[in-house]
């Protein structure tokens, strides 16, 4: 709601190949005539059954494994997606992803390590299987922020 009526000149929008994912941030991208990259490596950490693997992922997500996600492969994937927007030359990124992802990719910018996943979580507040959320990374001075909602940046 009142993220979609912020005026953000984002240069680049990125959203996982999940069509909520992409319907959330499809609005403000139309806004500005920006298209938006379609990545498979931000759609949602996948936990079956849920219960039992969210709180084995959450003890420590590099370590977790299962037959379609690894921690590790999240981190890869993170890390070079951080890699190239801090080396290229948009400044305003906005990025739809999904609950643990999102906080991963917060994690991963802000150089949080993995195993304070839970501090992280508690500090986003966001249940990390409901809905989407848009994020907006910005790049400042070298340090990056990130901007959630209309509050401004984390502080973490």
Do not use: C
Not at 21 to 44: C, D, G, P, S, V
Request: hydrophobic content about 40%.
């Amino acid at each position: 709601g009142q993220f979609l009526k912020r005026d953000l000149r984002t240069d680049i929008y990125y959203s996982s190949d999940l069509e909520r994912a992409w319907r959330t941030i499809h609005y403000l991208a139309k806004k500005q005539n920006k298209r938006i990259e379609i990545l498979k490596r931000f759609r949602e950490v996948s936990l079956v059954p849920l219960g039992t693997e969210l709180v084995l992922f959450t003890a420590n997500p590099l370590a977790y494994k299962n037959p379609v996600a690894s921690g590790r492969k999240y981190k890869r994937y993170l890390r070079s997606f951080k890699d190239n927007v801090t080396h290229g030359q948009e400044r305003l990124v906005a990025v739809a992803t999904h609950g643990i992802t999102k906080i991963l990719l917060v994690m991963e910018f802000l150089g949080i390590p993995y195993g304070h996943y839970r501090d992280v979580y508690k500090v986003l507040r966001n249940s990390p299987n409901a809905g989407v959320t848009v994020l907006a990374l910005q790049l400042v001075q070298g340090e990056v922020q990130v901007l959630r909602g209309v509050v401004g940046p984390v502080q973490l």
